[in-house]
Protein backbone atom coordinates (compact mmCIF):
# COMPACT_ATOMS: atom_id res chain seq x y z
CA UNK A 1 0.00 0.00 0.00
CA UNK A 2 2.88 2.77 1.22
CA UNK A 3 5.42 1.51 -1.53
CA UNK A 4 5.40 4.47 -3.48
CA UNK A 5 7.15 4.30 -6.78
CA UNK A 6 9.54 6.53 -8.28
CA UNK A 7 7.39 8.66 -10.61
CA UNK A 8 5.00 9.01 -7.32
CA UNK A 9 7.99 10.35 -4.99
CA UNK A 10 8.40 12.36 -7.87
CA UNK A 11 5.38 14.03 -8.51
CA UNK A 12 5.19 14.56 -4.46
CA UNK A 13 8.38 15.90 -4.19
CA UNK A 14 6.96 18.42 -7.21
CA UNK A 15 4.58 19.57 -5.71
CA UNK A 16 6.02 20.61 -2.88
CA UNK A 17 8.74 22.73 -4.63
CA UNK A 18 5.74 23.76 -7.06
CA UNK A 19 3.75 25.24 -4.33
CA UNK A 20 6.69 26.71 -2.53
CA UNK A 21 7.79 28.94 -5.57
CA UNK A 22 4.06 29.55 -6.05
CA UNK A 23 3.79 31.09 -2.62
CA UNK A 24 7.27 32.97 -2.40
CA UNK A 25 7.10 34.03 -5.34
CA UNK A 26 3.61 35.78 -5.80
CA UNK A 27 4.83 37.16 -1.97
CA UNK A 28 5.83 40.62 -3.44
CA UNK A 29 2.86 41.40 -5.30
CA UNK A 30 0.70 40.32 -3.20
CA UNK A 31 1.67 42.51 -0.49
CA UNK A 32 1.82 45.66 -2.93
CA UNK A 33 -1.39 45.20 -4.22
CA UNK A 34 -3.08 43.97 -1.50
CA UNK A 35 -1.79 47.26 0.34
CA UNK A 36 -2.60 49.36 -2.37
CA UNK A 37 -6.18 48.16 -2.14
CA UNK A 38 -6.50 48.26 1.59
CA UNK A 39 -5.05 52.43 1.52
CA UNK A 40 -5.23 53.97 -2.07
CA UNK A 41 -7.99 55.55 -3.50
CA UNK A 42 -7.34 55.46 -7.28
CA UNK A 43 -9.32 55.19 -10.85
CA UNK A 44 -10.25 51.28 -11.49
CA UNK A 45 -9.77 50.52 -8.09
CA UNK A 46 -12.90 48.24 -8.43
CA UNK A 47 -11.92 46.92 -11.61
CA UNK A 48 -8.67 45.39 -9.91
CA UNK A 49 -10.06 44.12 -7.28
CA UNK A 50 -12.52 42.16 -9.83
CA UNK A 51 -9.60 40.83 -11.71
CA UNK A 52 -7.62 39.62 -8.78
CA UNK A 53 -10.67 37.48 -7.84
CA UNK A 54 -11.36 36.32 -11.37
CA UNK A 55 -9.33 33.16 -10.87
CA UNK A 56 -11.91 32.39 -7.92
CA UNK A 57 -15.07 32.26 -10.12
CA UNK A 58 -13.66 31.34 -13.53
CA UNK A 59 -13.02 27.60 -14.50
CA UNK A 60 -9.76 26.53 -13.62
CA UNK A 61 -9.05 25.55 -17.25
CA UNK A 62 -9.92 29.32 -18.30
CA UNK A 63 -7.16 30.53 -16.42
CA UNK A 64 -5.09 27.95 -17.91
CA UNK A 65 -5.96 28.94 -21.25
CA UNK A 66 -5.37 32.50 -20.74
CA UNK A 67 -1.87 31.51 -19.52
CA UNK A 68 -1.33 29.75 -22.28
CA UNK A 69 -1.97 32.49 -24.44
CA UNK A 70 0.34 34.90 -22.85
CA UNK A 71 3.39 32.95 -21.20
CA UNK A 72 3.00 30.36 -24.01
CA UNK A 73 6.11 30.03 -26.15
CA UNK A 74 3.92 31.94 -29.47
CA UNK A 75 2.57 34.19 -26.35
CA UNK A 76 2.49 37.85 -26.35
CA UNK A 77 4.57 38.10 -23.11
CA UNK A 78 6.13 33.89 -23.32
CA UNK A 79 7.74 34.61 -26.57
CA UNK A 80 9.97 37.53 -25.88
CA UNK A 81 10.80 36.23 -22.45
CA UNK A 82 11.84 32.88 -24.25
CA UNK A 83 13.61 34.42 -27.32
CA UNK A 84 15.58 37.34 -25.31
CA UNK A 85 15.87 36.12 -21.59
CA UNK A 86 15.52 32.19 -22.22
CA UNK A 87 13.01 32.27 -19.92
CA UNK A 88 10.42 29.29 -20.43
CA UNK A 89 6.99 28.47 -18.72
CA UNK A 90 4.73 26.50 -20.62
CA UNK A 91 5.22 22.80 -20.18
CA UNK A 92 8.24 23.57 -17.48
CA UNK A 93 7.56 23.10 -13.88
CA UNK A 94 7.90 27.18 -13.73
CA UNK A 95 4.86 27.50 -15.77
CA UNK A 96 3.14 24.63 -13.18
CA UNK A 97 4.10 27.07 -10.06
CA UNK A 98 3.14 30.26 -12.15
CA UNK A 99 -0.58 28.36 -12.56
CA UNK A 100 -0.43 27.54 -9.10
CA UNK A 101 0.59 31.10 -7.61
CA UNK A 102 -2.16 32.96 -10.43
CA UNK A 103 -4.97 30.50 -9.24
CA UNK A 104 -3.80 30.94 -5.12
CA UNK A 105 -2.66 34.35 -5.39
CA UNK A 106 -6.66 36.08 -4.43
CA UNK A 107 -6.83 34.32 -1.48
CA UNK A 108 -2.93 35.62 -0.57
CA UNK A 109 -4.37 39.28 -1.49
CA UNK A 110 -7.48 39.21 0.72
CA UNK A 111 -5.71 37.92 3.89
CA UNK A 112 -3.16 40.05 3.38
CA UNK A 113 -5.55 43.35 2.40
CA UNK A 114 -8.15 42.22 5.43
CA UNK A 115 -4.55 42.62 7.93
CA UNK A 116 -3.59 46.50 6.74
CA UNK A 117 -7.26 47.56 7.35
CA UNK A 118 -7.24 46.21 10.51
CA UNK A 119 -4.05 48.28 11.70
CA UNK A 120 -4.92 51.23 13.37
CA UNK A 121 -3.68 54.19 10.70
CA UNK A 122 -2.55 56.42 14.15
CA UNK A 123 0.14 54.31 15.02
CA UNK A 124 1.39 55.07 11.54
CA UNK A 125 0.74 58.50 11.52
CA UNK A 126 2.74 58.75 14.73
CA UNK A 127 5.55 57.19 13.31
CA UNK A 128 5.05 59.82 10.12
CA UNK A 129 5.13 63.20 13.04
CA UNK A 130 8.36 61.45 14.28
CA UNK A 131 10.45 62.00 10.87
CA UNK A 132 10.06 58.17 9.80
CA UNK A 133 9.21 58.09 5.63
CA UNK A 134 6.59 56.04 4.70
CA UNK A 135 8.54 53.34 2.99
CA UNK A 136 10.58 53.02 6.70
CA UNK A 137 6.72 52.99 8.39
CA UNK A 138 5.47 50.40 6.30
CA UNK A 139 8.89 48.20 7.52
CA UNK A 140 8.67 49.29 10.98
CA UNK A 141 4.87 49.33 11.70
CA UNK A 142 1.99 48.62 9.09
CA UNK A 143 4.30 45.00 8.00
CA UNK A 144 4.78 43.79 11.57
CA UNK A 145 1.51 44.72 13.03
CA UNK A 146 -0.53 43.21 9.47
CA UNK A 147 2.28 39.77 10.13
CA UNK A 148 -0.49 37.51 11.15
CA UNK A 149 -2.15 38.17 8.72
CA UNK A 150 0.51 37.67 5.55
CA UNK A 151 1.18 34.36 7.51
CA UNK A 152 -2.31 33.13 7.07
CA UNK A 153 -2.32 34.20 3.20
CA UNK A 154 0.91 32.54 2.69
CA UNK A 155 -0.41 29.05 4.57
CA UNK A 156 -3.66 29.82 2.02
CA UNK A 157 -1.44 29.98 -1.04
CA UNK A 158 1.03 27.15 0.09
CA UNK A 159 -2.16 25.31 0.20
CA UNK A 160 -4.06 25.95 -2.81
CA UNK A 161 -0.97 25.60 -4.54
CA UNK A 162 -0.66 22.09 -3.90
CA UNK A 163 -4.29 21.03 -4.73
CA UNK A 164 -4.00 23.08 -8.13
CA UNK A 165 -4.96 21.17 -11.07
CA UNK A 166 -7.38 22.26 -13.87
CA UNK A 167 -4.85 25.47 -14.44
CA UNK A 168 -1.92 23.54 -14.37
CA UNK A 169 -2.79 20.24 -16.32
CA UNK A 170 -3.85 23.30 -19.20
CA UNK A 171 -0.94 25.52 -19.16
CA UNK A 172 1.75 22.90 -18.91
CA UNK A 173 -0.15 19.25 -19.47
CA UNK A 174 0.50 16.33 -17.36
CA UNK A 175 4.74 15.48 -17.99
CA UNK A 176 5.80 13.01 -15.40
CA UNK A 177 8.97 14.22 -14.14
CA UNK A 178 8.41 17.38 -14.87
CA UNK A 179 4.90 18.98 -14.75
CA UNK A 180 3.20 16.35 -13.13
CA UNK A 181 2.34 17.17 -9.42
CA UNK A 182 0.42 15.06 -7.37
CA UNK A 183 -3.23 16.15 -8.51
CA UNK A 184 -2.02 15.58 -12.17
CA UNK A 185 -0.55 12.16 -10.80
CA UNK A 186 -3.80 11.12 -9.19
CA UNK A 187 -5.93 12.20 -12.48
CA UNK A 188 -3.65 9.83 -14.67
CA UNK A 189 -4.00 6.86 -11.86
CA UNK A 190 -7.91 7.23 -12.13
CA UNK A 191 -7.16 6.75 -15.84
CA UNK A 192 -5.63 3.46 -15.96
CA UNK A 193 -6.42 -0.12 -15.16
CA UNK A 194 -5.33 -1.40 -11.75
CA UNK A 195 -4.37 2.57 -10.73
CA UNK A 196 -6.32 2.52 -7.39
CA UNK A 197 -3.89 1.64 -5.17
CA UNK A 198 -1.71 4.74 -6.84
CA UNK A 199 -4.61 6.97 -6.69
CA UNK A 200 -5.70 6.29 -3.12
CA UNK A 201 -1.93 6.26 -1.95
CA UNK A 202 -1.65 9.78 -3.55
CA UNK A 203 -4.68 11.15 -2.16
CA UNK A 204 -4.10 10.46 1.43
CA UNK A 205 -0.85 12.04 0.77
CA UNK A 206 -2.65 15.15 -0.48
CA UNK A 207 -4.97 14.90 2.62
CA UNK A 208 -1.94 14.99 4.96
CA UNK A 209 -0.36 17.34 3.62
CA UNK A 210 -3.41 19.91 3.37
CA UNK A 211 -4.09 18.94 6.85
CA UNK A 212 -0.25 19.74 8.47
CA UNK A 213 -0.56 23.18 6.47
CA UNK A 214 -3.55 24.08 8.25
CA UNK A 215 -2.26 23.04 11.26
CA UNK A 216 0.98 24.86 10.66
CA UNK A 217 -1.28 28.21 10.05
CA UNK A 218 -2.64 27.83 13.73
CA UNK A 219 1.18 26.74 15.42
CA UNK A 220 2.40 30.05 13.38
CA UNK A 221 -0.40 32.58 13.84
CA UNK A 222 -0.37 32.15 17.93
CA UNK A 223 3.41 33.07 18.42
CA UNK A 224 3.02 36.01 15.35
CA UNK A 225 -0.01 37.65 17.19
CA UNK A 226 1.71 37.37 20.52
CA UNK A 227 4.60 38.82 18.89
CA UNK A 228 2.55 41.92 17.67
CA UNK A 229 0.59 42.26 20.36
CA UNK A 230 4.00 43.11 22.24
CA UNK A 231 5.47 45.24 20.12
Same mark, same amino acid.
Given at each position: ???????????????????????????????????????????????????????????????????????????????????????????????????????????????????????????????????? @????? +? *???????? =???? $? !?? &? #??????????????????????????????????????????????????? @????? +? *???????? =???? $? !?? &? #????
Amino acid at each position: MWNFSPDELTAIRLSLKVALWATFGSLPLGLFVAYALARWRFPGKLVLDGVIHLPLVMPPVVTGYLLLLTFGRRGFLGAPLAENLGIVFSFRWTGAALAAGVMAFPLLVRAVRLSFEAVDRKLEEAAGTLGA @SRPWV +F *ATVTLPLA =LPGV $V !AG &M #VLTYAKALGEFGATITFVSNIPGETQTLPSAIYTFTQIPGGESGALRLTLV @SIALA +F *AAMIASEL =LARP $V !AR &M #VRGI
